[in-house]
T-cell receptor, first 113, second 115 residues
């Protein structure tokens, strides 16, 4: 089954404790993105990647890091989480030939205390 | 800059009522337009799309027409069901160099349908 898998689905942590949210896709897509969803703001792009070892900032990259060492994986790293990073996070992937359609994971709800 | 504006929710309807969710956009060039739906506890999934002016996207009884003259892409359904209760996002797609297409989302509109 074609899917984008995020883990964990729920995470509660404390300020300053490094964490990683994993994202994996099994569709051989070139493009992958991370978004955060906040009430009244919709989804905002954090980082995106056009292929292995090619990443770039989105609209709200501060406080986040990403890496793309393999085509299928695109982890999101919070080196020193802060309460303003409490949000719902989505990973998405799409292909060069896919007609602009992005496929989303089920989301990771993060609370930073 | 490029942006999408949706009507604020929540929208509360009785089953079999007519649905309209308004969406307007601002963009340079000619973006593709999308409606995504998010059911409770799930990620977003594509509902319908339109790639050029006057195109009509349709799926599961939902429709939206790409109106360049009014920069709009309003979502409609003739008869909603309880199972349509979800959050609906309007989005536009911008093409970057290298072929990547970035999505810009509206704030989302929550729809609640009661029996």
């Amino acid at each position: 089954e074609a899917q984008v898998t995020q883990n964990p689905r729920y995470l509660i942590t404390v300020t300053g404790k490094k964490l990683t949210v994993t994202c994996s896709q099994n569709m051989n897509h070139e493009y992958m993105s991370w978004y955060r969803q906040d009430p009244g703001l919709g989804l905002r792009q954090i980082y995106y990647s056009m292929n292995v070892e090619v990443t770039d900032k989105g609209d709200v990259p501060e406080g986040y890091k990403v890496s793309r060492k393999e085509k299928r994986n695109f982890p999101l790293i919070l080196e020193s989480p802060s309460p303003n990073q409490t949000s719902l996070y989505f990973c998405a992937s799409s292909s060069v030939s896919g007609g602009n359609i992005q496929y989303f994971g089920a989301g990771t709800r993060l609370s930073v205390l | 800059g490029d942006s999408v504006t949706q009507m604020e929710g929540p929208v509360t309807l009785s089953e079999e009522a007519f649905l309209t969710i308004n969406c307007t956009y601002t963009a340079t060039g000619y973006p593709s337009l999308f409606w995504y739906v998010q059911y409770p506890g799930e990620g977003l999934q594509l509902l319908l799309k339109a790639t050029k002016a006057d195109d009509k996207g349709s799926n599961k009884g939902f429709e939206a027409t790409y109106r360049k003259e009014t920069t709009s892409f309003h979502l409609e359904k003739g008869s909603v069901q309880v199972s349509d209760s979800a959050v609906y996002f309007c989005a536009l797609s911008l093409r970057f160099s290298g072929g990547y297409n970035k999505l810009i989302f509206g704030a989302g509109t929550r729809l609640a349908v009661h029996p």
